[in-house]
């Protein structure tokens, strides 16, 4: 919201020394936001000119340019005479108009300084301005003919002072929350809640007439979440304007400085208005309505044509306006065609009405038909302001547009408009919530300033919030109000007290060490948006199904909550590799979210305030699927790049599966391995990671075909773990170091040949059974292939180390337990030593 200074100053005092920069800090401390300044970033001199003639004189290009004098002084000066030659390329002015003229040494909003140049033959000594090249809107067919403004004015007078191009307008942003102060009105009144500077309501210094006679009726059939469309509808008649009259020059400038253009005289007073008071105004021709105003919903099929020349199909959830004829605007967002103001309307309809927010807000969007007025109704708009509005614009189109108010109007308002619920608002809540030490006078005084209705219930304070103060719906909104008027550099500040004996749970202990570990292994952590495709959760999520929907999603092929974070992490490699870089290895740690078995129970919440009943709530979170930790890595190009002596090592489906242990050993375990398939990996680079009998995750190398479709290298190695499940499995219970033994090892290697098909965890877990507790490790150094073994088998060696506690281990008893562990193996799976 853009407040001019001079806008502003009439109804909030300010001192006389006033900034933009003074103005925000103010703003600031009571909670907007401070945006930007603007200014017609003009410079003089700029002054009135009298054309005292002008001569004609075409050009060999086809154009005719004007070679004029113009009187810019009353007399003349060194080296500054009263007249000026000037070559101008407009035709639209006569000898003896007022015009605006740039003298050298003027800069005008480009920037574009003026000089004394040479053109067209002569010496051209400043600049008949027009409208544009002042920044006071989009005309630039011809020069500004201060006639057409109502304007008189000496020769020489600063034209810079007199059309109001001095203005200056700091712009603050406006949360949603506080749709009030989206208006001079609403801005006033804040900077009088952070300075005290005295406030005077534009409202309450107008007497509005009551019209009558003008059928209007609210018929809204199908109300949204149970809310009236409209509550309020007031109307005036105006007769006898000239709507081709200029708009006064005050009123340009200060639009412009509001960010709005100036368009006609009528629609310029309906703008005006509208920044103002806050209260959005629609003007129609009175003398194209058909009958009486309708207010009611859209019926199927029906259509606008909207002020921008656009026909639009209207939805059933539309609230319209309607005559006779049918529909002539969408109420709230913008008017129809049909009923526009236009130079030949001598009588026009004033409307000032309230619109329900969440309706208005659902049409603009779906029509993508934004407006200002559209903005302040989604945002709410004071119901009791309309009479007061429409007033303000009556009293200015008798003032400027020679109009003459008619009895001719109605006034519909519900009983309901504009009535706030009370609110009791128990005593020192302010200190319960914020810490401030506010007294009870402090807080009544606050609430009346804001326009609060209170009285003093007991030692509770009941607590009526004014009419343009809909955001304000519990204690918790009053004491903010109070915090951010008292001031939040008040709030006392306290860091809390960790209680003794706590910190982080095993679980959250056991997550950062594992996120630690894999950061410690050189691997970068990444954080992908959990929005996929289906196809995406079909192919690698644990339950291969589709996943939850989203609704309203950006991409409408991502439009999945996700079920793994591969996807992320594939996405993520991509787009780092299209960037430059070769080998990665990057993990991420978060939530998936499962498919839900059923529709979530979010049919019969409450809307609004209303809080769900226990049964609701309970209804509604078992409903919502599970959503488990997971951890995730990736690894493309090399594991170690090429140095002097050393070639590079690419990465393979060995460093995902040795990520994985990591991560198992961060938590306190162990993972077993099986081979299995999956559609999208290597036939024979693919397994199932196991605690104990408890799935856990799978690790693999993506599929060669795969990897291309998504642009990225042949060879792409991956680990999946839900960690939730893992840590389950683990047991929460602290796991105990063991006493090292102070005697020597033993150490033995064995080789077994074994069938392709057989997996070499299979072979281990044998070996360690079999060998019994004088087993200490057991590592698989080798998997062979090729010359002195079947082509359908392959030889495995492990390194096995023995110990004992309480004894030196003979060699005789290291090779009877690892003979033990042989034998398991070859009964289990055919195993044979190696000759």
Known sequence: MRAPLSWLGEYVDLPADVTPESVHAALVSVGLEEEGVHRFELEGPVVVGEVLEFVEEPQSNGKTIRWCQVKVAQSDSENAPAVRGIVCGAGNFFVGDLVVVSLPGAVLPGPFPISARKTYGHVSDGMIASAKELGLGDDHEGILRLAELGISADVGTDAIALLGLDDIAPEMNVTPDRGYALSIRGIAREYHHATGAPFRDPALALTPDVGEGFPVTLADSAPLRGAEGCQ???????????????????????????????ISLPVDITNYVMLEMGQPIH????????????????????????????????????????????????????????????????????????????????????????????????????????????????????????????????????????????????????????GMDVTSDTVQNVLRDIGAQVAVEGEALRVTPPSWRPDIVDVQGLVEEVARIVGYDTIPSALPIAPAGRGLTSEQAAKRRITRNLAARGMTEVLAYPFVSAADNEMFGERRNAGVPLHNAIDAQINRMRTSLIPGLLETAHR???????????????????AADG??????????????????????????????????????????????????VPSDVRDALDAAQ????????????????????????????????????????LLPSVALERDLPRRVSLFHLNGDSLLAALGGAPHEATALSVYPAATQDVSLVVDRGVPAGDVQSALIEGAGELLESLVLVDDYRGSGIDETQKSLTFALRFRSDDRTLTAGEATEAKDAGVALAAARHGATLRA
Do not use: C
């Open 283 to 434: 003007g129609y021709d009175l003398d194209t309505l058909s009958g009486g105003i309708t207010v009611r919903r859209a019926a199927e099929g029906e259509t606008l044509v909207t002020l921008d020349g656009h026909e639009r199909t209207l939805h059933p959830e539309d609230l319209t306006i309607t005559d006779d004829s049918g529909v002539i605007g969408l109420a709230g967002v913008m008017g129809g065609a049909k009923t526009e103001i236009s130079d030949a309307t001598t009588a026009v309809l004033v409307e000032a009405a309230w619109f329900e927010p969440v309706s208005i807000a659902r049409t603009q969007r779906r029509h993508k038909l934004p407006s200002e007025a559209s903005k302040r109704f989604a945002r709410g708009v004071d119901p009791l302001v309309a009479e007061a509005a429409a007033e303000r614009v009556v009293a200015l189109l008798e003032e400027h547009a020679g109009g003459t108010r008619d009895p001719l109007g109605s006034r519909v308002m519900a009983d309901s408009a504009g009535v706030m619920p009370a609110l009791v608002m128990p005593d020192r809540a302010v200190e319960k919530l914020t």
């Open 232 to 262: 309020v509808f007031i109307t005036r008649a105006v007769r006898g304007i000239d709507p081709t009259r200029p708009t006064p020059a005050f009123m340009v400038a200060r639009l412009a400085l509001a960010g709005v253009r100036s």
């Open 599 to 648: 529709p979530l129970g979010t049919e019969g919440i409450p809307v609004g305030n209303a809080r769900p009943s226990a049964a609701e709530l309970t209804a509604l979170y078992d409903s919502v699927p599970a959503q488990p930790w997971s951890v995730a890595g990736l690894f493309v190009g090399s594991a170690a790049e090429k140095v002097p002596f050393a070639e590079a």
């Open 576 to 594: 780092n590799l299209s960037r430059g870089f070769s080998s990665l290895a990057i993990f991420e740690a978060g939530v998936v979210f499962d």
């Open 662 to 701: 990591a991560v198992a050993h961060a938590a306190g375990g162990h993972l077993t391995v099986t081979q299995e398939t999956h559609e999208a990996f290597h036939p024979n680079r693919f397994a199932h990671l196991w605690v104990g009998d408890t799935r856990v995750g799978y690790v693999g190398e």
